[in-house]
């Protein structure tokens, strides 16, 4: 391969690998004037703008305000806007009472209804909820309106949903869902959300049967920039991952889309989830959606779409969305694993290549994948381990992770680059056996047990067509090469990016893999290049000099800022108080009154309040005792009635409260309701002791439990009662967090506890 060749083809390589993200999705550029009925994502930041102005969790005063915001601006646009309340726990044991907003533009003909679908709540305590979910309420509210300036009355009703208590359990969908009458209206849901601040917007299908019949209909709608694939609908749905759309399927048999945006993971739940942060081109993909979506569906049959027949579907620039039958799966493995059996005939044939050569030739990709994969397995631990303060980012993506995962992608080149060059001895055709087959292996493994993942065989066909070449020409045009290249060069850089992004860097074992992977399905041009070990030094230091800026992004400043936590603990059985700490790097602002050295958390961490990392207490040191006054706790019932033990407790607050806890001891709960509400048996059933219930609480409403056990059962009843007024509380002169710090996401925070026990004994 002559040398200008080597480097144009870098160069179209890297060209190839920036459009697979370009072409992934819009770019914002100010749009205030454009026409009325064309959505614009400056009025939807203007409504993102006017939600996130506060905290607005279940209970907290903003709340409201927020309510009262999006129902203002249902009713500006014409809309008869209506609320629907009362409380529900789910299958999570969450109870909370949930406000929806709903209102309903009405079709000319009879038919299931579209519903769109999003929800209003912030998580507690301190997350602003631009993104999550500012950014799919402002989706709505702008769509709607540019909808309804068209002046066309739709075919089919549309209903728009705002959810409550989302993040605390899905509470609102599941009161819609199983107890609103429009709830049986409905044919297909979009809903809209996020899971951090930035990047493409995902669209993930939610069906109890095949998603053959929503995929041909997602594609006849053709959004401009759809990100999606089988792949992550796959292992989406293997994950505990659950959105307001998973209690319409689960609870309504509804299907419906999702559509969310999971970069800038660090900002999810946080109070840096604010206006500022949010990426205005994430928010005009979700309008890029919404808009075709909602034209053709509101006009589409909804009776009619469920499938037994699941797709394959990936994204790739310029063919959008590309969709084939489950059925073609096996066939086309067959074909491919057909063709590389004759290519290697012909290639024997032709002497082009060798058993001896093609066995070495394993020897490369073997060395590169093997130091790739242990430098990604364990390249989290080691990070965590130089830089301690990481392990208190909960979402396990730092600020600078995005520096990593490009210091390990070259990394990753750079050592498939020096594995190839100490193996330069053998012939490109030689070489390229070994990463056919095991790309042969991986279609196959896929076809067997992840079928979403079948699409990879698109680029193992374009491998096998190189190798084809190569085999019949000594010296190939490396352009045409090139273009073979294409279906990896597209497919496969998402991936690498997305699954540190999405499932945490201690998944950056899937990055460095997949780099080699793909490194491989370049082989029939890299194969060719001459000076590999100039190409292997240049990936290292540049591995080195992406490494050493992130080192100098590692420490926490006023943007990047640490999560520290705080709580005040008082036992009302012992009268005794405690401060603790999540924080396992405690900070200056905490080691205030936690000091620096790691204490045992003793039994708090026996039944810790929950969390969605189950993420415990580190830090524990005796406080002032302070006068707070406890709940009062009322047993109305304890009596024996046939095998069975009836016992009614009210729990009233003595003191502004968010949050109670319910935990116990091992025992048998045959039922449980909680303010008129039953736990489900699904949650009473895996529940084997610790957390009964958490009740999330409003307006200072008090809690009663109505237990069922075993006439024989000795319960032990040990509750959690928390209010976030850490830093504002009249008995407290607790400082401001310095700059550098925001309050810990996912864990009770700045939050005054009081834990009691109730012997039943």
Not at 117 to 127: F, K, N, Q, R, V
Not at 438 to 463: K, N, Q, R
Not at 612 to 636: C, G, M, Q, R, W
Request: with cysteine; net charge neutral; aromatic share 12%.
């Amino acid at each position: 391969m002559k040398p200008l060749s080597k480097i144009t083809s870098l160069l179209l390589i890297l060209l190839a690998v920036y459009w697979s993200f370009k072409a992934a999705m819009p770019s914002y550029t100010e749009d205030i004037k454009t026409t009325k009925n064309a959505f614009s994502t400056d009025r939807a930041l203007t409504h993102v703008k006017n939600i996130s102005q506060k905290p607005h969790g279940v209970g907290f005063p903003a709340h409201i305000e927020v309510r009262n915001y999006i129902v203002s601006e249902l009713q500006s646009l014409g809309l008869e806007t209506k609320t629907q309340e009362g409380y529900t726990a789910g299958d999570w044991g969450n109870l909370s009472k949930a406000t929806n907003i709903l209102a309903r533009i009405k079709g000319s003909e009879e038919g299931k209804a579209l519903l769109l679908l999003s929800h209003y709540d912030s998580s507690p305590h301190s997350s602003l909820g631009a993104s999550d979910d500012g950014s799919g309420v402002a989706t709505i509210l702008e769509g709607v309106r540019a909808f309804l300036a068209e002046g066309k009355q739709p075919k089919n009703d549309i209903i728009i949903l705002i959810t409550d208590a989302e993040e605390l359990g899905l509470n609102g969908a599941d009161l819609f869902v199983n107890k609103h009458p429009w709830a049986k209206d409905v044919g297909l849901v979009l809903n809209f959300e996020a899971r951090g601040s930035g990047g493409p917007s995902y669209m993930l299908v939610e069906t109890n049967r095949g998603n053959g019949k929503l995929i041909q209909e997602f594609i006849a709608a053709n959004p401009k920039y759809p990100v999606a694939n089988s792949l992550v609908y796959s292992i989406y749905k293997m994950l505990p991952n659950d959105t307001d759309l998973t209690i319409f399927r689960e609870d309504g048999d509804i299907d419906g889309f999702n559509f969310a945006f999971i970069d800038d993971l660090y900002d999810y739940h946080t109070v840096r989830d604010n206006y500022d942060r949010l990426d205005r081109n994430s928010l005009a993909h979700q309008g890029s959606y919404l808009m075709p979506l909602l034209t053709y569906f509101s006009d589409a049959g909804l009776d009619n779409l469920k499938s037994l027949d699941d797709f394959v579907y990936f994204n790739v620039p310029f063919f959008k969305l590309v969709s084939y039958p489950f059925e073609w799966i096996w066939p086309m493995f067959a074909l491919a694993a057909l063709f590389f059996v004759i290519l290697l005939v012909i290639g024997f044939r032709k002497k082009t290549i060798q058993t001896k050569q093609i066995l070495k030739g394993f020897l490369p990709l073997l060395l590169s994948l093997a130091i790739n994969g242990i430098v990604g397995f364990y390249g989290w631990s080691v990070l965590t381990w130089l830089y301690p303060g990481y392990t208190d980012i909960l979402q396990d993506f730092t600020y600078n992770g995005h520096t990593y995962i490009a210091a390990f992608v070259l990394f990753s080149i750079a050592t498939c680059f020096w594995s190839y060059h100490k193996f330069k001895s053998i012939e490109t055709p030689n070489l390229l056996v070994a990463p056919i087959f095991l790309w042969t292996l991986l279609c196959g493994l896929a076809a067997a047990y992840l079928p979403g993942a079948s699409f990879f065989v698109i680029p193992l066909y374009a491998l096998l067509v190189s190798f084809m070449v190569i085999i019949n020409q000594k010296e190939p045009n490396a352009y045409l090469i090139l273009i073979l290249a294409l279906p990896a060069l597209w497919i496969y850089p998402p991936f690498i990016k997305m699954f540190p992004i999405g499932l945490g860097l201690k998944m950056m074992v899937a990055t460095t893999l997949l780099t080699s992977l793909t490194f491989y399905l370049l082989l029939p041009l890299f194969g060719f290049y001459k000076g590999k070990n100039r190409l292997a030094m240049i990936g290292f230091l540049l591995f080195i000099g992406f490494m050493v800026s992130a080192h100098f992004n590692s420490d926490f400043t006023k943007e990047n800022a640490k999560p520290t936590s705080l709580l005040y603990v008082l036992d009302a059985d012992t009268n005794k108080a405690q401060w603790a700490t999540y924080d396992n790097v405690v900070s200056d602002w905490t080691s205030q009154y936690i000091g620096d050295t790691k204490k045992n958390p003793e039994k708090l961490s026996d039944n810790t309040i929950s969390s969605k990392y189950s993420t415990a207490f580190t830090h524990v040191v005796d406080a002032p005792l302070k006068e707070i006054t406890p709940p009062k706790i009322d047993i109305t019932l304890d009596t024996i009635i046939g095998n069975d033990r009836m016992i009614t407790i009210c729990i009233t607050p003595q003191r502004d409260v968010n949050r109670l806890e319910v935990f116990t001891n091992a025992v048998e709960i045959k039922k449980a309701v909680v303010n008129s509400i039953p736990l489900s048996e699904f949650y009473l059933a895996q529940r084997k002791q610790g957390r009964l219930v958490t009740h999330y609480i409003s307006n200072n409403a008090y809690t009663e439990l109505q237990l069922t056990l075993p006439k024989e059962a000795k319960p032990k009843l040990t509750i959690y009662e928390a209010s976030n007024d850490l830093l504002t509380n009249e008995l407290f002169t607790i400082p401001e967090r310095p700059e550098n710090n925001i309050p810990m996401p996912f864990v009770l925070n700045d939050a005054i506890l009081i834990t009691k026990t109730i012997p039943l004994e």
